[in-house]
């Protein structure tokens, strides 16, 4: 399972897209400042935690709004391209097939996780504070997107629907996300639970709940793939 994890987050390092998505994020982080300097140059009484959250304002838009994008973007296709080329079938007699998930995964996340982590060193230079908070807050999302991303790749056997799907999630994910935390439609207000935008508003520790909603997306990945021959 380590090997594998280590396999996949060296691999999201490899390529163009990598590259630019790498280079987005710390360009947001370098130009937070000015962002927020210019917000705080308003005549507007902000409170001292507000403060804080606009320093990292910039960072928290783009993993929100751009994050599934960026995610499947990289790795729609973790599972479904090992499928396509028969590597699969080496990998499963060497390991398990829940290693083989769960190594994918945490692999994933773990790239993502640096990124984030990277951007709010960045914007600790400049403002001299580290939002700890707002950090865990987006790596949430991005373990969501993570997860979210293995497990329809597992269940969508060819990567160039994965390749075309991750474009459509990417744009509508955020806009529908965010119409079910405003919308009062008791028909479909109930999704919000199943979705990380609505646990990000609340307090108290609530964006916990989103690790375990993806935890429950890569048990999912896990019976599904344990189900199907490769």
Same mark, same amino acid.
């Given at each position: 399972?380590?090997?594998?994890? $280590?396999?996949? @987050?060296?691999?999201?390092f490899k390529g163009f897209k990598s590259i630019i998505v790498i280079a987005i994020f710390l360009l947001?982080?370098?130009?937070?400042?000015s962002f927020a300097d210019l917000?705080?140059?308003?005549?507007?009484? #902000?409170? *001292?935690?507000?403060?804080?959250?606009?320093?990292?304002?910039?960072?928290? @838009?783009?993993?929100?709004?751009?994050g599934m994008l960026f995610v499947m973007g990289l790795s729609h296709d973790t599972i479904n391209r090992e499928t396509h080329e028969r590597t699969i079938r080496f990998l499963v007699t060497r390991t398990s097939r829940t290693s083989i998930i769960v190594g $994918?995964?945490?692999?994933? *996340?773990? #790239?993502?996780?640096?990124?984030?982590?990277? *951007? #709010?060193v960045i914007i600790s230079i400049f403002v001299h504070d580290f939002d700890f908070i707002v950090l865990f807050q987006s790596t949430s999302l991005a373990v969501y997107? *993570?997860?979210l991303t293995v497990l329809l790749s597992v269940l969508i056997p060819k990567p160039g629907f994965t390749m075309f799907l991750s474009v459509v999630l990417g744009i509508a994910f955020p806009i529908f996300n965010g119409w079910l935390v405003l919308t009062t439609n008791n028909?479909?207000?109930?999704? $919000?639970?199943?979705?990380?935008?609505?646990?990000?508003?609340?307090?108290?520790?609530?964006?916990?709940?989103? @690790?375990?909603l993806a935890a429950v997306f890569v048990a999912i990945a896990i019976l599904a793939f344990r189900r199907r021959e490769c």
């Amino acid at each position: 399972m380590l090997a594998i994890c $280590k396999r996949e @987050f060296i691999q999201s390092f490899k390529g163009f897209k990598s590259i630019i998505v790498i280079a987005i994020f710390l360009l947001t982080a370098y130009y937070s400042k000015s962002f927020a300097d210019l917000l705080l140059s308003l005549n507007v009484d #902000f409170t *001292s935690e507000e403060k804080q959250i606009i320093q990292t304002i910039g960072i928290s @838009f783009l993993i929100m709004f751009f994050g599934m994008l960026f995610v499947m973007g990289l790795s729609h296709d973790t599972i479904n391209r090992e499928t396509h080329e028969r590597t699969i079938r080496f990998l499963v007699t060497r390991t398990s097939r829940t290693s083989i998930i769960v190594g $994918k995964f945490l692999g994933i *996340s773990l #790239f993502w996780f640096v990124c984030l982590l990277a *951007s #709010f060193v960045i914007i600790s230079i400049f403002v001299h504070d580290f939002d700890f908070i707002v950090l865990f807050q987006s790596t949430s999302l991005a373990v969501y997107y *993570s997860a979210l991303t293995v497990l329809l790749s597992v269940l969508i056997p060819k990567p160039g629907f994965t390749m075309f799907l991750s474009v459509v999630l990417g744009i509508a994910f955020p806009i529908f996300n965010g119409w079910l935390v405003l919308t009062t439609n008791n028909w479909v207000s109930w999704l $919000k639970y199943i979705f990380p935008f609505y646990y990000l508003d609340e307090v108290n520790g609530m964006f916990l709940i989103v @690790f375990l909603l993806a935890a429950v997306f890569v048990a999912i990945a896990i019976l599904a793939f344990r189900r199907r021959e490769c």
